[in-house]
T-cell receptor, first 115, second 111 residues
Framework: NAGVMQNPRHLVRRRGQEARLRCSPMKGHSHVYWYRQLPEEGLKFMVYLQKENIIDESGMPKERFSAEFPKEGPSILRIQQVVRGDSAAYFC?????????????FGPGTRLTVT | TQLLEQSPQFLSIQEGENLTVYCNSSSVFSSLQWYRQEPGEGPVLLVTVVTGGEVKKLKRLTFQFGDARKDSSLHITAAQPGDTGLYLCAPISGSARQLTFGSGTQLTVLP
């Protein structure tokens, strides 16, 4: 069984560009979570999605960040007009059931560097 | 506001030594998870503890959930270089959807 897949593993963007991070959940999982790990900080929740639906985006910055999980294809975390402070590791986790904090499987992450 | 603290923040020891790391909170939780994160990778679940006072063993790792379900500890016996990593605790409230992580203990085991 393939685990959670994220790509790219490393992404370099200049200030003002857009970053698109992709997450393919484990087979059979229809729930996706995005977390951000800033340097010297812990993992922080950003957004929780089901297919075609955002369930909880309480951790998402109000501007420039958006997420989607279409019916077909991976979940996408999109950051517009990136700034240096967006440099971080972004992790995706998937779960087979709704509202199951105890059953999340993490991907290897995408390391975003903004120059 | 829930206060969650992991200690120590950094720990560097020699191979073969024993160590304990802690996860403390001001809140009561229904369960708690421990993860290990290696450089360049995502967190990997080690254990979930559910019952107050529960002790779980995973080879050389012993996890304990406090009686009041506010704190937890992880004890490693005869540490090995392969134990090196960031150890994260994630206490879970009953209705929580997402995980809330502590800032972690960065463990380095020197050969």
């Amino acid at each position: 069984n393939a685990g959670v897949m994220q790509n790219p593993r490393h992404l370099v963007r200049r200030r003002g560009q857009e970053a698109r991070l992709r997450c393919s959940p484990m087979k059979g999982h229809s729930h996706v979570y995005w977390y951000r790990q800033l340097p010297e900080e812990g993992l922080k929740f950003m957004v929780y999605l089901q297919k075609e639906n955002i369930i909880d985006e309480s951790g998402m910055p109000k501007e420039r960040f958006s997420a989607e999980f279409p019916k077909e294809g991976p979940s996408i975390l999109r950051i517009q007009q990136v700034v240096r402070g967006d440099s971080a590791a972004y992790f995706c986790a998937s779960s087979p059931q709704k509202d199951r904090a105890v059953e999340q499987y993490f991907g290897p992450g995408t390391r975003l560097t903004v120059t | 506001t829930q206060l969650l603290e992991q200690s120590p923040q950094f720990l560097s020891i020699q191979e073969g030594e024993n160590l304990t790391v802690y996860c403390n909170s001001s809140s009561v939780f229904s369960s708690l998870q421990w993860y290990r994160q290696e450089p360049g990778e995502g967190p990997v679940l080690l254990v979930t503890v559910v019952t107050g006072g529960e002790v779980k063993k995973l080879k050389r790792l012993t996890f304990q959930f406090g009686d009041a379900r506010k704190d937890s500890s992880l004890h490693i016996t005869a540490a090995q270089p392969g134990d090196t990593g960031l150890y994260l605790c994630a206490p879970i409230s009953g209705s929580a959807r997402q995980l809330t992580f502590g800032s972690g203990t960065q463990l380095t085991v020197l050969p």
